[in-house]
C-alpha cells in the first residue's frame, strides 16, 4: 500500500466542475494516478471524459476541490504533455518553425529523443508545409508530438483518429509503451479503441454523467469481462438499463421513503438557520455543510439506483462501501465545523446544525447501515441472506411481493386520507 501511495503522480480531491452555463461537467471526482500507468477514460458522449483529462493536464481550471501534483520537478508546465483534440494553427506558420520555437521554450537539446519522435509521427511527410494546409490527421500526429516534445512525466492524449493505417498505429501505441517504461513516463487516453486497451492500458475509469463509475485494473477487466468491447458493451447497457427502468424497486421503496424523509427534515432546518442567520453565505462552514449534504444525497442517489438493479450481493455490496464511506467522509466534515464553531464565536448560533447532523450520521449508522449489513439484508426485523449473482431469487421475490402489497396498501391508505381532505374542503 505504501509503496502504491508512494507512487501517486496526481490526486484530485472532491473536484468538480460547473460551466457558466449551469453544466456540471464533473461532481467531486476523487482520484489519484499513479506513476508508469496508461490509464484510459472511458463513458458516452459528454459524460466528462475530456473535462477531467484537461483539469488533470492543467489545461483546464476545476470550479472546486484540489489537485495535487507529485512530479520530480516543481513546474507543472514542464512536467505535464498535452495533445489537443482542437488544432487550429494561423496562416503563415511552418511545421520546422514550430519545431524550432518549442525548442527554445522547453530547451531541448535532445536531438536523438527529437528525431524519434519524428520517427513516430512521421512528421517528415510535412515537415517543410505550412500547418493551415495540413490535414486533420497530420495535425493530430503533430499535435501528440508536440505533447511529447520537452519529455514531460505525464501525457494526455485526448483523441487519437481511428482513420490511420494499423501499422502506424502499432508504431505509436508501441512508443506509448515505451514512453512508459523506458522514459519513466505516465499516460492518460481519452476513449482508445478496444484494441488498445486490451494490449497496452494498465487501468480503465468508466465515467457517467460526471461521475466516475468503474475504476478497475486491466487484470480485473480481463478476470471479469474478458474483453475490453464487453467490458464497455456490459457498462454502456447497465447504464442504459437504469435509464429506462426509472421506478424504484418496491423492495426498496420504503427504506428510500424513510431515507429521504429524514434528509429533507435535515435541509428544511439547515435552510431555515441559513435564512435566518446571512452571515453563513460563502463561508468556510456552509461549505462544510454543502458538502456532508452531497454526502448524503450521494446516499439517496446509490440507494435509488441499487433499486433500479437486481438485489444482487455485489450491488449491495457498493452501497455499503459508499454508506461506510460517506459516513466517515461527513464525520471529517463534522470536525472542521466544530473547531470552525470554536474559532468563529457568532457561528455559536449554529451549534444547532452541529447536533443536527450528528443526529443524521447517528441515523445512518444506527438505522440504515444495519439494513445492508453483511451478506444478509435486514428489514422489517427479518433477515434475509443475499443471493449470489444467477442464484435462485424465488425465496427474495417472495419476500419482495410481501412488500409490494404492503406498499399498495399504504397507497390506498394515502389516497383515502386525500380523498377525505378534499371532501372536506368542499
Ligand atoms: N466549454 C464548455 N462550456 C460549457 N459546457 C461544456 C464545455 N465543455 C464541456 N462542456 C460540457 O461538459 C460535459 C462534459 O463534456 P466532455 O467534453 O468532457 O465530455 P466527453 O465525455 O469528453 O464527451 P465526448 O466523447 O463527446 O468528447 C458535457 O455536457 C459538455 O457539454
Same mark, same amino acid.
Given at each position: 500500500?505504501? *509503496?502504491?501511495?508512494? &507512487?501517486?503522480?496526481?490526486?484530485? /480531491? ?104 519524428? *520517427? ?7 515537415? &517543410? ?30 483523441? #487519437? ?20 517504461? /523506458? ?22 475509469? =468508466? ?49 428510500? @421513503? ?25 463561508? !468556510? ?10 454526502? =448524503? ?17 455485489? /450491488?449491495? #455490496? ?20 466544530? @473547531?470552525?464553531?470554536?474559532? &468563529? !464565536? ?6 444547532? #446544525? ?18 445492508? @449489513?453483511?451478506?444478509? #439484508? ?42 377525505? =381532505?378534499? @371532501?372536506?374542503?368542499?
Amino acid at each position: 500500500m505504501k *509503496e502504491k501511495e508512494s &507512487n501517486v503522480l496526481v490526486e484530485l /480531491n472532491n473536484v468538480s466542475k460547473i460551466f457558466k452555463k449551469g453544466a456540471w461537467a464533473l461532481k467531486k471526482v476523487n482520484l489519484k494516478i499513479h506513476r508508469n500507468e496508461i490509464v484510459t477514460f472511458l463513458g458516452a458522449n459528454g459524460s466528462g471524459k475530456s473535462v477531467l483529462a484537461s483539469i488533470i493536464a492543467n489545461n483546464l481550471a476545476q470550479t472546486a476541490g484540489f489537485i495535487d501534483y507529485y512530479f520530480t520537478q516543481d513546474s507543472v508546465f514542464n512536467s505535464v504533455g498535452i495533445q489537443f483534440r482542437d488544432q487550429s494553427w494561423p496562416s503563415g506558420f511552418i511545421t520546422k518553425d514550430i519545431i524550432e520555437l518549442y525548442k527554445n521554450i522547453f530547451l531541448m537539446e535532445d536531438e536523438v529523443w527529437i528525431q524519434t519522435l519524428i *520517427e513516430v509521427f512521421e512528421i517528415n511527410a510535412f515537415i &517543410n508545409k505550412p500547418l493551415s494546409k495540413l490535414s486533420v490527421v497530420n495535425l493530430q500526429m503533430f499535435s501528440l508530438f508536440l505533447a511529447f516534445f520537452h519529455k514531460p512525466e505525464l501525457v494526455v492524449v485526448d483523441e #487519437i483518429s481511428s482513420s490511420i493505417g494499423y501499422n502506424f498505429r502499432t508504431r505509436i501505441f508501441e512508443f506509448f509503451e515505451s514512453f512508459v517504461k /523506458n522514459y519513466n513516463g505516465t499516460l492518460i487516453i481519452v476513449s482508445p479503441d478496444h484494441d488498445f486497451i486490451d494490449q497496452y492500458a494498465s487501468r480503465v475509469i =468508466f465515467l457517467n454523467d460526471g461521475h466516475i463509475i468503474d475504476d478497475r485494473s486491466i487484470f480485473e477487466l480481463e478476470q471479469k469481462y474478458l474483453s475490453a468491447a464487453n467490458y464497455i458493451k456490459k457498462i454502456s447497457n447497465e447504464i442504459t438499463s437504469k435509464i429506462i427502468k426509472p421506478k424504484p424497486d418496491p423492495f426498496f421503496k420504503p427504506i428510500l @421513503r424513510d431515507y429521504n424523509l429524514q434528509l429533507t427534515g435535515l435541509k428544511k432546518q439547515i435552510e431555515k438557520a441559513f435564512e435566518k442567520y446571512t452571515f453563513v453565505k460563502e463561508s !468556510s462552514f456552509e461549505i462544510f455543510v454543502e458538502n456532508i449534504l452531497f454526502y =448524503f444525497d450521494e446516499i439517496a442517489n446509490e440507494i435509488t439506483e441499487l433499486s433500479n438493479q437486481s438485489l444482487e450481493k455485489e /450491488n449491495v #455490496i457498493n452501497l455499503r462501501r459508499l454508506i461506510k464511506s460517506n459516513t466517515k467522509r461527513s464525520k471529517v466534515e463534522l470536525q472542521k465545523i466544530k @473547531r470552525f464553531i470554536k474559532q &468563529n !464565536s457568532n457561528f455559536l448560533k449554529l451549534k444547532k #446544525i452541529e447536533k443536527l447532523i450528528k443526529d443524521f450520521i447517528d441515523y445512518l449508522n444506527i438505522k440504515v447501515k444495519p439494513i445492508f @449489513r453483511s451478506n444478509e #439484508i435486514i428489514f422489517g426485523g427479518k433477515k434475509k441472506k443475499l443471493l449470489n449473482i444467477n442464484s435462485d431469487q424465488t425465496e427474495l421475490e417472495k419476500m419482495k411481493q410481501k412488500y409490494i402489497r404492503k406498499e399498495l396498501k399504504i397507497i390506498k391508505m394515502e389516497r383515502k386520507n386525500y380523498k377525505k =381532505f378534499k @371532501r372536506s374542503l368542499k
